[in-house]
Structures are given as structure tokens and as C-alpha cells.
């Protein structure tokens, strides 16, 4: 009998270990998002805190939310029953200082005291660059909301939707061939040059100027794919470029990578990546 029983015992080890690791999941770290309040850290800037308040209010709608100050934030930080979505700076090994500002959706825990990157994150998304803005993630910041509380909900699905990332977005290129996208010509590369466009662009891969490339980002335009880049203003040693393409009509993000900024990749679409975008088309 005493044999029968740790045998039994060495047979439900491992189901018992399983279930301890299915409860340590992000899955389930965030399972209550949609019952727990969200609440938005506003900044102290006018502009960006009016700009913030409108298009949640227009956006949210996973989740009850209620806008906080940063005092409030630190208040609050440590508590499991809020979640907090706010704007962060980030800075990556070797920078002299951070140059890119995300939107950030985190959860309060008891290790917030440690700082920020000690919180469990549920998604961030890049911003703006931190010191020189381009006015850009105005236009772009609800389409970023939505996209934002897709991947959330994708998270609270799956445990891998959750770790993946962003990142995973970028399969979604295998349903662009008969969408027509347009690039900012700020958001392409140095080495975007006269061949390159030539072999890539046509009457359905387009380049046009910032404002009007902005302008196609609408919820009435439908079968298009928007350029968006997110850079440090000034790139030095150890900085890192987003590049993605959104849907305007879906708000799906279709396109999302980075890359290290070097002399010889400049901040913007690569050839690399225009390659990778345009390839659907080229099997047609």
C-alpha cells in the first residue's frame, strides 16, 4: 500500500506542477482585465492630456477606465485591482537616453516600487519620439487604442498571443496582395533610392508627403495600409526604429518590426522591408 502510494504521488507530480505553471500564465495574470478599472495616466501636458482624454473616451471599451494623475499612479501602482495605461520613455542598452515614448498598458503588483519594468505589461506600443515629436501620433493614437485593446483581448485568449507580441502581426502581410499602401516619404529609409522604388512602387505601393499619406488614415478607407515610423529624433549608438503598417478601416496592424540604427540602416523602411511587404503581390 505505501508503494502504491508514492507511486501515485510520482504520477501526479507532473499534473500538479502543470496546473501550478498554467496559474503563473499571463493568460491568466490578466484574466480579470475586463472587470478591473484601467486607469489612464495623464502627463500634466495641456495638449497631450486633452488629446489623451478625447480619444480614450471615444476608444476604450474592454475595460471601465478612469484618468489619474501621476501622483494617483504612484499612489496606486502597487494594487492588483487596477490596471494602467500611460506613456513611458524607453531606453535600450547603449543609449545615451531614451528616445522613443510608448503607450503602455501594465497591471499594478507589489514589485511597481521597483520601477516600471518590474510591472507585468500587458502591450506597448510605440509612440512618438521623446524629444521632438512629429505631431503624427495624434492622427495615428486611435487607431494605436484599438489595436491595443485587440492584442489584449487576443492575450486574455491565448498564452501565446500574450508572449509572441506584437511582432505576430506582421503574418497578417499574407492578406495585403490586392490592398493598395501608402508611405510617407519620411518613413522610408536612405536606402530607399531610384531603383528600389522602381522595381517595388506602382499604382498600388505609393509614396507621397506626410500630410498627404495622413490623410488616408480614416476609417472610411477601406482595402489601404498606412506607413507609420517611430524613431529617436537624434539616433545614437544602440537606438532602435519601428516600422509598421495599419489598416485604417480595421485598425489592424499589419506590419510591425524593428531595427537597430546604424550608418548603413537609417531610420525608416529598409529595402529589406519593402521586399517583404510587396512579396504577397509578387506571387500573384
Known sequence: ???FTVLALALLMPLLVCAQAQIDTKKMKISDFTQKITKVVLTGNLFHDATMKSEVTAKWNISPFEFCSLKEFEELKSDENYYFLMTTKGQFKKEAGPGITFLTLVKGGKDADKGINRMLEIVSFPYASTDDPSG????FLPFILDIMQSYTLD????????YVGLASTTLNLSKSEDM????SESD?????VADIRNQYFDDQVLVMDENEADKYMSPDRANTLVSYVVAPTAPGPGSYCYKMLIDPHSAELY???KHRISKTDSPGFLVEDIKRITSPRNKK
Open 1 to 3: 500500500m505505501k508503494k
Open 155 to 162: 492575450a486574455m485568449e491565448k498564452d501565446l498571443n500574450g
Open 188 to 192: 522610408l529609409s536612405s536606402g530607399i
Open 136 to 139: 503624427r501620433e495624434v492622427v
Open 255 to 257: 506590419y510591425f518590426r
Open 180 to 183: 493598395t499602401i501608402v508611405f
